[in-house]
């Protein structure tokens, strides 16, 4: 089975790299590892030279908004074009356990959508993360199903999917038609991408033994800085599927007095 990794990536460079270096170090190693540049010219220069070799592809920011949805479309055909028979997701902020890959590998079948374990990582000591110490810095996040290593859970809440870390043969991305690339900036993709793929018949599960690592940054809870870009994908999803997703984060925002909710026509907007 040929692998190939998918890791859309702007700024973060730190994170690149030492999700690069996990990759090298796994138990297997990608076949093809697709860098998606979301307008950062300086990907390329960062990843050269290292292992597992970036093949590293650009796309335009979307009225300067991070292109997410189209950033991992124009990874996939990338991945496809190369004769990929196994496509795996990794956003640029998470670390490969050693195991994913194989993990990955061992469970994929078609019509699944795959998920492994995430950890948030505690901020790193001085020198930065130890690759061998990852695993005992942080649990499985307690909102999605932990199962062992070599158990598989399916029939998965696709609510509860995650794009942070996920993977799925290329007869399933074909049959799910990848993201919907109206989406730009923060939240939604992900969610709406779940939504096609229950629609069309593929059943998401959970993966034991593929464990991600998530490296830590600084960030906002609820995420304040991403509201308009909340607002107006979640609208947007609410169009095509007739529901609000995001809901903890939009009553987060009321709850701030960021936003509002009209119930009688049922949509959210900024106060």
Not at 133 to 148: C, D, N, V
Not at 151 to 156: F, M, N, P
Not at 185 to 194: A, K, P, V
Not at 238 to 259: D, I, T
């Amino acid at each position: 089975m040929r692998t190939a990794v998918i890791t859309p990536a702007a700024g973060r460079h730190s994170h690149l790299l030492l999700q690069q270096d996990g990759l090298a170090t796994g138990v297997r190693t990608p076949d093809h590892y697709v860098v998606v540049s979301m307008d950062d010219p300086e990907i390329g220069p960062l990843t050269a030279g290292r292992e597992p070799t970036a093949d590293v592809i650009t796309v335009a920011l979307a009225e300067g908004r991070l292109p997410l949805a189209a950033a991992r479309n124009a990874g996939a055909v990338r991945a496809l074009d190369g004769g990929a028979d196994l496509l795996v997701f990794l956003d640029v902020d998470c670390v490969p356990g050693p195991l994913l890959l194989d993990g990955y590998a061992r469970a994929a079948e078609d019509d699944a959508l795959l998920c492994g374990t995430v950890a948030y990582l505690p901020p790193p000591p001085p020198g930065g993360y130890d690759l061998t110490a990852l695993a005992g810095l942080a649990p499985p996040h307690p909102a999605r199903p932990a199962p062992a290593e070599g158990q598989i859970l399916r029939g998965g809440d696709p609510n509860l999917f995650w794009s942070l870390s996920f993977a799925l043969t290329a007869s399933t991305w074909d049959r799910v038609g990848g993201f919907c690339e109206s989406y730009t900036g923060y939240g939604g993709e992900d969610t709406d991408f779940c939504a096609t793929a229950a629609r069309r018949g593929v059943d998401l599960w959970w993966v034991g033994g593929a464990p991600a690592y998530h490296q830590h940054h600084p960030t906002h809870e609820p995420p304040v800085q991403h509201l308009d870009d909340i607002l107006r994908n979640g609208a947007l999803y609410k169009r095509r599927w007739g529901s609000w997703p995001m809901a903890g984060w939009l009553r987060a925002f009321e709850a701030l007095g960021l936003a509002v909710y009209d119930a009688g026509a049922d949509t959210w907007h900024r106060r």
